[in-house]
């Protein structure tokens, strides 16, 4: 059975790599006649396919395009050609056939769309590792041949993310929650259930995330000062190999203080190891994510991103060459550079080019300048702003070419509490009751109501309640859906979202607009 | 004894009789009320039917952090004889601690007026995450240069508290500092003295802080510095409740006091 499935879906990647072919010159002919000839072109090393399997073994290109829906993202790997043939990253370490490369797909900027997950269910019936009962499906304890019981990852393309309750700190000790945590709601079964639940002997919290970006890490991983900025008298812990103090800016929650603890744990949780990867493992892992990039490179109805004289944030080289840890401001230093040269006509330019980047270049203002009142959100509102600040998404999207948060990025949007994540069926559902002699939530107080209790889950806090490490805004367009539970299924339902949230009043061309820049990066 | 000799300075500033000078410090729980402008919004708070102007909306390296709707705020100010800014009578200097519990009935937001401009230059959006109180290079305390050449001595370092908080959050240049004099001094003993403290009200009962406040605080910077590298066992907490308030400046009395002895030094070190 297994054998034939992957030899079927051999054989079904082989022949969308032959349909492809064509589109892929054509796009890569396209873009040569701008004056860029970063992409390698395809000389049958390694399928175009939209799937890459582990252990699939084909040479991943110094720079290589995959279609996505909107047109296509750019990969690049500084260090050269990747072979991928027995490289841990992309070949199954533990026992359930999965690699790191199953949920962290170049076709889709690192990361994986659900989409991409649905397609993966029709072609394979639901039985590739992708589906493994541990976290690729609502609860292990469900029947596994049903669709319903991976709802959750067909239609958000959300993991389960199993958290040790009560957690521990950098010293491995339990620490004692501020809070207590009930179960209200439980759709998938896992948070009751007695062997993964709360109530289990290995007391758990089970939340549902969607796969990060395993590219462009350099930023994500820049290390902050020995203080959190977000709360200027917490220390930051240390790297245990630099003694250098972490960024606490990946993972929803930022549990992982390092890539290579982060690598450890992927093997064990999501591939079930038996053993963690060894050193030499580790470092071809973390080597490998640290030169990787990712970002949009041609949209169908703008053409090539990434060229000379183009809009310099834009292209995996952009992310390359570019400066990790620099804050970015509106004025002189904007998040994402400049759109300026879109403003005006270009010579070559189609007319529906025209119209696209006019918008984008739009779209850029207004994700800069436009102000709102950013108002109840923890961890922005409370340091230093007021409540409310009137600020733009900027703001808060702060670092340069990668919109993260350039300090420890968790901040309560309201993606993951209620009211402003409103309630959402499939998802659990916790009751957060703080005790009565801790600082409470600032703008939620002291009982909460959320889908993925966040930061708090590492912290312990009654303040980090909902708190959600913002991930970078690259390649947005080969992985939708959005946010860490996979709530905004598009980008238009994300801008609205925050037209929501913070009573923006965005005019339809404003949103458009917005769309339209996010779908570039 | 500083906070008295402040007092008399203050005097002698206003050239007016202590009961003048008094009067002069106000300190009051009320909701803050935002006052939007052409720029960054203002904020202000009614205290006994006036109107009183706290500060603007900046970012986190600002001096000033503005209040929040949906909580009360605790203003401790001194009336200036300032022009009024967005209408308010400006109090300089003023610190403001946001009350923790939620308050819905502060929701007070006014619309920006013409009449009504701050002195805003704009910085670029932040939230700062590198405000220079954490960005000071290497994080050399002052002392550093003279403890070249004599040997360290015995070094007191102060950080101080909004109202009911336990992190010292502005002060983390500070902690900063005595955690890298500790090392370089090879501190004997890191002594740390916090207080729980109350406020005078202008009208009404003093104000006083939580009781396991100072017990917090000591322990909290107990954490830290043992997060920053410092031995346990050169660390040494206690905590007490501060003297009583005087309406003055009560918020120096949130304070935690942290004494750096150095200890034997190296041979090295008095050579470099």
């Excluded at chain 1, 073994?57 to 790997?77: K, M, Q, R, W």
């Excluded at chain 2, 403001?96 to 009935?105: A, M, W």
Aim: proline share 7%; charged share 20%.
């Amino acid at each position: 059975m297994t054998i034939d499935r992957a030899s079927n879906s051999n054989a079904s990647r082989r022949r969308r790599t032959a349909a492809r072919a064509g589109v892929g010159l054509a796009c890569l002919s396209g873009v040569l006649a701008l004056g860029l000839a970063a992409a390698a072109p395809a000389q049958g090393t390694y399928g175009k396919s939209l799937w890459w399997e582990a252990g699939q073994g084909d040479v991943l290109p110094a720079a290589v395009d995959f279609d996505t829906p909107e047109g296509a993202v750019g990969i690049i790997n500084a260090s050269g050609p990747i072979e991928t043939k027995d490289h841990p990253f992309f070949t199954a370490l533990g026992t359930n056939g999965r690699a790191c490369v199953t949920c962290h797909q170049p076709a889709n900027g690192m990361s994986l769309s659900a989409q991409t997950v649905q397609r993966r269910w029709e072609e394979t019936n639901g039985r590739d590792p992708l589906f493994a009962a541990i976290d690729g499906s609502n609860c292990p304890s469900l029947p596994q041949e049903l669709k319903s019981s991976h709802s959750l990852l067909l239609e958000r393309g959300a993991f389960r993310v199993a958290a040790q309750w009560p957690p521990r700190d950098r010293n491995g000790q339990a620490i004692k929650p501020e809070f207590k945590i009930e179960v209200v709601r439980d759709p998938t079964g896992c948070n009751t259930s007695p062997v993964y639940g709360l109530g289990s002997p290995t007391p758990m919290v089970s939340v549902y995330r969607r796969p990060r970006m395993a590219a462009n890490l350099k930023y994500v991983t820049n290390s902050g000062g020995a203080f959190n900025a977000k709360n200027l008298a917490m220390t930051m812990p240390l790297d245990p190999d630099t003694g250098r103090p972490v960024g606490l800016n990946f993972m929803a929650d930022a549990r992982e203080l390092t890539l290579k603890t982060q690598a450890v744990n992927a093997v064990l949780g999501h591939e079930e190891g038996k053993a963690a990867p060894n050193p030499e493992q580790l470092k071809k892992i973390v080597d490998f994510e640290m030169q990787v990039y990712a970002a949009q490179k041609m949209t169908s109805a703008g053409g090539a991103l990434q060229y000379n004289g183009g809009p310099p944030a834009l292209g995996p080289a952009a992310m390359r060459d570019g400066q990790q840890g620099v804050l970015a401001d509106y004025l002189d230093n904007p998040v994402f550079k400049s759109f300026e040269v879109w403003k005006t006509a270009a010579p070559g330019e189609t007319a529906q080019q025209r119209v696209f980047r006019a918008s984008v270049a739009r779209g850029f203002d207004v994700f800069f300048v436009r102000p709102f009142w950013i108002r109840d959100t923890q961890h922005i509102n409370t340091v230093g702003l007021g409540n409310p600040a009137k600020r733009t998404c900027a703001t808060c999207h702060n670092a340069s070419l990668t919109g993260q948060d350039l300090s420890a990025g968790w901040v309560d949007l309201g993606t993951a509490n209620t009211p402003w994540a409103g309630d959402q069926p499939d998802l659990p559902m916790f009751k957060i009751t703080c005790d009565a002699d801790v600082a409470p939530h600032t703008f939620l107080g002291r009982v909460i109501y959320t889908h993925d209790p966040g930061r708090a889950l590492v912290s312990g806090r009654c303040i980090d309640v909902g708190s959600i490490v913002m991930a970078q805004f690259r390649a947005l367009s080969a992985r939708a859906p959005y946010f860490s539970n996979g709530s905004a299924k598009t980008l238009r339902e994300l801008v609205d979202f925050y037209d929501r949230r913070f009573n923006v009043g965005y005019s339809e061309q404003e949103r458009q607009d917005l769309v339209n820049f996010l779908s570039v990066l | 004894m500083n906070r008295k000799m402040a007092a008399v300075s203050l005097l002698a500033l206003f050239s007016a009789g202590a009961a003048q000078a008094a009067e002069q410090h106000l300190n009051f729980v009320s909701c803050p009320i935002l006052r939007d402008t052409a720029t960054v919004p203002c904020w202000l708070s009614e205290y006994k039917g006036e109107l009183y102007y706290l500060g603007i909306q900046q970012d986190a390296s600002a001096e000033f952090y503005p209040p929040f709707l949906g909580h009360k705020v605790l203003a401790e100010g001194v009336v200036s004889s300032e022009p009024r800014i967005c209408g308010g009578i400006v109090l300089k200097p003023v610190k403001i601690s946001n009350l923790p519990d939620l308050d819905p009935s502060c929701n007070t937001m006014l619309p920006a007026e013409d009449r009504y401009t701050v002195p805003f230059a704009p910085r670029g959006p932040g939230p700062n995450p590198r405000p220079s109180l954490n960005r000071r290079p290497g994080g050399a305390p002052a002392a550093a240069p003279a403890a070249a050449k004599a040997p360290p001595t015995k070094t007191v370092f102060t950080v101080y508290y909004d109202f009911d908080t336990d992190w010292a959050n502005r002060w983390a240049r500070v902690l900063g500092e005595a955690a890298t004099f500790a090392k370089t001094s090879n501190a004997a003993e890191v002594q740390v003295v916090a207080y729980r403290a109350s406020v005078k009200m202008s009208d009404g009962p003093d104000f006083v802080e939580r009781k396991e406040m100072g017990e917090r605080r000591a322990k909290r910077l107990e954490q830290t510095f043992a997060e920053l590298g410092l031995p346990r066992d050169t660390i040494k907490v206690v905590w007490k409740d501060a003297k009583k308030a005087d309406g003055l400046e009560d918020y120096k009395l949130r304070r935690a006091e942290i004494t750096v002895v150095p200890g034997a030094q190296p041979a090295t070190t008095a050579s470099r």
